[in-house]
């Protein structure tokens, strides 16, 4: 049986994107007071979230047909 990939690139970028929306959110105060400035740490959570979310339904994917395989195989005695 074959197992599925633990390691994800695109929920690892969906991570790293999210740490540095975070961080910049924190330490660059005065991205907080411009429209432009919030624009981007939303649209960086955003698509952090995103990315994470995608590879965690693609994941349960593979898992459910990991599953399928193992049900239609015949048991060995």
Do not use: C, F, N
């Not at 197992?3 to 695109?10: C, D, F, H, K, Y």
């Not at 740490?41 to 965690?56: E, F, N, Q, S």
């Amino acid at each position: 049986m074959k197992s599925p990939r633990l390691i994800r690139p695109l929920m690892m970028l969906g991570v790293v994107v999210l740490v540095l929306a975070v961080l910049s959110y924190g330490m660059l105060p005065g991205w907080r007071s411009t429209t432009t400035g919030v624009i981007l740490l939303v649209v960086g959570i955003v698509l952090g979230l995103g990315a994470i979310i995608k590879d965690m339904v693609d994941l349960l994917k593979e898992l459910r047909h990991l599953e399928q395989e193992h049900k239609d195989q015949p048991k060995r005695d």
